[in-house]
């Protein structure tokens, strides 16, 4: 038998080796390969069409809510990058630099775009001069270079896809309204269509995006109990308008700084909707996002397969018509139980049987990724079906992971309880901080655990700090992350 049409080979069980899961994972589902240029990946059909539903939907939010798309250059002056300091120190050692060009060395170094924060106040600086220009609400979908020494697939490449936000305004309230506004925006975008729950809060002044006066992150843990940075949005006060001369004449005819932010997803939402979901079998897809929402796949002998292909075909088009992202396998030299751990496999959420007995019946057998149930449903009211079907598979998704996050978290008193806690557990460990940064390096350095964030309704509000046992200013989740 060809290579392509064997069973699908094992998977590493994630209990085994959740790394070596992941990768088995998204190679086998053909999500991604590997290219010639190291800590680079290639998006493969069904990995990019992941991206681009992750793309449609998050770009129609931003246009409901008053942003414009515009594309600025990949490359940038390093004159840019020495105008805001903290800036160009939190992102040096990742700067990948152009030097020389059509054989002659370049007066000026320019950086391969890290974020575009810099280029993006050059030229609000030129259109912003009154206050009538603003707020001005830009977003870019773009690729972007950041030169990692430790890579992996979607969460962390050197070159990688993602959108920047970046907005000007008159007010410090209006530009944190705008912060907010958009960390809502990721968090919502995150349940409602990669069933996956995040956990929302500021981050510490360690962990403060370079040049930000606040950082507000949403975490996701993953299924190794690990934390992923899911989407990140910063109010950057007047820091960039300054460096830039962003100046607007106010409405009093004075001049004043703007008042800017920045935000960003990426495509490590690919990587995480992978370790949120995935299960020994391979992938499990949210159906919202997914290339392939329904496989149908007709079944039973070769002396009904015409009629039974027919049928099919004929429900296909109803599907496909009704806007369901359906395909139909009929080949006749794979088997059924081949196919059916193929698209298991592939995380497709429902699976669409259908055989002689069931074409006398009027029926179709229905089978959920997540549950594994089998559903028998009458074909007239199939369309129903499969739209209430998929909806309980995102809802089934949801609840589960949102339980994955309440079995792996913790709240400790102590350091000492936290170093016991992850010699034995995994997940996410509530903590109170005295706001020290001495105090947070010893954290990491005794559990490798980071702060994530300090969420918005911690579980509980803790009195003291974990290392110094001063009083505490917040309550920290803490977790090892990606």
Known sequence: MA???????????????????????????ELMDYSPVRGCIVFRPDG???????????????????????????????????????????????LPWVTEAAGDIL??????????????????????????DLPLLINQWANVIRWEKRTLPFLRTSEFLWQEGHTAHETEEEARAETMQMLDIYTDFCETMLAMPVIKGQKTPSERFAGAVD???????MKDGRALQAGTSHYLGTKFATAFDIKYLDRENNLQYAHTTSWGV?????????????????????????PLQVVMIPIGPAKTREQVIGRVDELYKELKQAG?????????????????????????????????????????????????????????????????LLNEIHDEMLERAKQFIVDNSNVVDTLDEMKQLFEQKRGFVEAGWCGSA???????????????????????????????????????????AY
């Not at 950082?215 to 843990?221: D, G, R």
């Open 324 to 388: 369901i992202k359906v395909k139909v396998d009929d080949r006749a030299d794979v088997s059924p139980g081949w196919k059916f751990n193929e698209y298991e496999m592939r995380g497709i959420p429902i699976r669409l049987e259908l055989g002689p007995r069931d074409m006398e019946n009027g029926q179709v057998v229905l089978v959920s990724r997540v549950t594994g149930e089998k559903r028998m449903v009458q074909q007239d009211n199939l369309l129903a079906e499969i739209d209430q």
């Open 107 to 132: 007066e000026e170094r320019l950086a391969i775009r890290p974020t575009s924060e810099t280029m993006f106040g050059h030229m609000y600086s030129k259109w912003i001069q009154s206050y009538r």
């Open 438 to 480: 001495a105090c947070e390096a010893q954290v990491k350095e005794e559990t490798g655990a980071t702060s994530r964030n300090i969420p918005f309704e911690p579980s509980v509000h803790k009195e003291t700090c974990l290392v110094c046992d001063e009083a505490a200013k917040h309550t920290v989740v803490f977790a090892r």
């Open 215 to 221: 950082t507000y992150s949403i975490e996701a843990m």
């Open 48 to 94: 990019y069409e992941l991206w681009e539903n992750i793309q449609r939907d998050l770009d129609r939010r931003f246009k409901e809510t008053g942003h414009r798309n515009a594309y600025f250059p990949l490359l940038i002056p390093e004159s840019f990058f020495q105008k805001e300091k903290e800036h160009v120190e939190g992102f040096n050692p990742e």
């Open 3 to 29: 290579k392509d049409k064997q069973f699908v080979t094992e998977i590493t069980p994630q209990q085994e080796d959740f790394s070596r899961w992941y990768i088995d994972v998204i190679k086998k589902a």
């Open 266 to 290: 990426t495509t490590r939402l690919i990587g995480a909707v992978i370790m949120v979901h995935g299960d020994d079998r391979g992938l499990v897809l949210p159906p919202k996002i997914a």
